[in-house]
């Protein structure tokens, strides 16, 4: 048959006439090389071969085969050989400890402290105790004092009407919500509220959140995902570092306030997205900063910042829960602070727990930008929404705010007396600006460790609690910080401070200093 195929039925059939089989297949075999030589120089052929392979053809093939392909089949024999002949075992068997035994191990035993061992000193146990809302004055540890403490710039968190605006709404609605927005959890106060909230800011649309904190965790997260690059101040609050987290993005920091640190990494950026301009299509890139910061005080160079969104490309996320409530003539922010146009911000984020007297956040901007965060905001669509009450109190506190504008003058002069007044304190320095309600007080030198210099910080909160001014230390998670601010003394101002209650405020903090520091 292989034969056959070899050869044209022309030739066949001559040959199978005059010749006998053994000559026929000689001349196939010539014929069929020839074909052979010809298709190789490239001839084209009709030539179909078919052969089995005998034992030559194998130990042919094995002597041409490399060296290590050859070793590698011996192993897998030889190790199938050995699976097929091993003997099955059984497993030990293992004695049952006596009575005895077992009491001994017993009696051995030691548990471990289901705690570590803590020192007495440790804050965690020596904490203040607080009775009472935290207005104006408050009673610590049954002593009262004036509070420095709570983020309650504008004191609208005693007012009379934001708490009958929250009574209303209580006896209306109930306490919760009982869902998040898109799961039954939406009540008309809530699109009032966000309706308010935009025309306020003067934007498109605004949409709220049931938890300050998960506010910019959540909007950030929303929009930046794997593969996009977001440029970050290293002193971004601890909320901006946890929506940085979720969002699985390439994180790059700047130094603080700097510009021309930014623009570096800017510039190092665009180079390398003219290497692959396929990648550099669908990246997205961010920057996000906050309006006065909470680790520092300090305000951000926004109109910096502008010319560097529209050189570069990039976006810009605005945190401004220190800011709304506190800058501008109208405590717009700091968009109004600068005279910016609002629309050259792409997001604007800021919680309602500093200046609107109640719980939750918010973001405003652009429609299309609020619509994406309905579906893809976290704390949005997994989270309980707003109880009611807390939204009727943010309307009343907005009501406030436009009524009386000269309210913002008011706390901006505060703010810069107690500045003023805490310059020059021995072994102390003030950190932020002069119009921040929060300020840090932060040791001109270390004592060596960051541990002696928290417990030296706590001896002068101490000494202020016992005369009657409440202060607070600035805390951290000191593990998951990204760039961990020094410790400091945190002094929050609002409106409700007297001039005279700041004076004796900075007296207090420089006696304290000269006390405990020299």
């Known amino acids: 048959m292989i034969q056959f195929m070899a050869c044209s039925y022309q030739d066949f059939g001559v040959r199978f006439l005059n010749e006998p089989v053994r000559s026929f297949q000689k001349v196939c075999t010539v014929k069929r090389r020839r074909r052979i030589d010809r298709s190789m120089i490239g001839e084209p052929t009709n030539f179909v071969h078919t052969a089995h392979v005998g034992s030559g053809d194998l130990f042919s093939g094995m002597n041409s085969a490399p060296a290590y392909h050859l070793i590698l089949e011996g192993i897998l024999i030889l190790w199938i ?30 548990p471990e402290p289901l705690v570590p061992p803590v020192p007495k000193d440790h804050p965690a146990l020596n904490y203040n105790i607080v009775s009472g809302p935290p207005t104006h004055i408050i009673t610590v540890n049954g002593k009262e004092c004036i509070n420095f403490a709570s983020f309650n710039f504008l004191g609208l968190l005693n007012n009379e009407k934001v708490k009958s605006a929250a009574q209303a709404s209580l006896k209306k609605y109930g306490v919760g919500t009982c869902g998040p927005r898109g799961f039954y959890g939406t009540f008309d106060v809530h699109l009032e509220l966000e309706e308010r909230l935009a025309k306020f800011m003067r934007t498109e649309e605004a949409i709220i959140y049931s938890y300050g904190f998960a506010t910019i965790a959540s909007a950030i997260p929303a929009y930046s995902k794997r593969g996009d690059i977001v440029f970050v101040d290293e002193a971004a609050c601890f909320a901006i570092q ?41 990246t997205r890139r961010f920057i996000v900063v906050e309006g006065l910061y909470m680790n520092t005080g300090d305000i951000c160079p926004l109109p910096e910042l502008i010319k560097l969104k529209y050189k ?40 309602m727990e500093n200046s609107l007297a109640s719980i939750g956040g918010f973001c405003c901007g652009r429609s299309f930008i609020i619509d994406h965060q309905r579906l893809s905001g976290q704390g949005y669509c997994f989270s309980a929404s707003l109880p009611p009450l807390l939204a ?15 309210i913002f003058q008011t706390l901006r002069a505060k703010c810069e ?21 929060a300020l840090h007080l932060q040791l001109e030198e270390s004592c060596g460790s960051r541990e002696n210099d928290v417990k030296l910080l706590k001896r002068v909160v101490d000494y202020c609690m016992n005369s009657g001014i409440a202060l607070t230390q600035a805390r951290y998670l000191e593990k998951e910080e990204k760039c ?35």
């Open 81 to 110: 050989i050995r699976l097929l002949f091993s003997k099955t075992y059984k497993l030990q068997e293992r004695s049952d400890l006596t009575l005895k035994e077992k009491e001994e191990l017993i009696e051995e035993w030691q």
């Open 242 to 282: 946890k929506g940085l987290q979720a969002s699985r993005s390439n994180i790059k920091l700047f130094k603080h306030n700097d510009m021309a640190d930014l623009e570096r990494l800017l510039k190092e950026q665009e180079t390398e997205d003219q290497k692959n301009p396929r990648k550099a299509r669908v």
């Open 312 to 351: 570069y490309k990039v976006r810009i996320f605005l945190e401004e829960s220190l800011s709304f409530g506190v800058l501008g003539e109208h405590g717009r922010g700091i968009t109004e602070h600068f005279g910016i146009n609002i629309d050259d911000i792409d997001l604007i984020s800021a919680n």
């Open 392 to 406: 009727a109190a943010a309307i009343e506190a907005l009501n406030i705010m436009e009524d009386n504008p000269d």
């Open 417 to 437: 007396r107690i500045h003023k007044a805490l310059q020059g304190i021995s072994g102390l320095k003030v950190v932020g600006e002069s119009f921040s309600p």
């Open 484 to 518: 961990l601010p020094p410790p400091s003394i945190r002094v929050v101002i609002t409106v409700e401070q007297t001039e005279q209650e700041l004076d004796k405020a900075a007296s207090l903090l420089k006696e304290a200093a000269q006390s405990v520091l020299n």
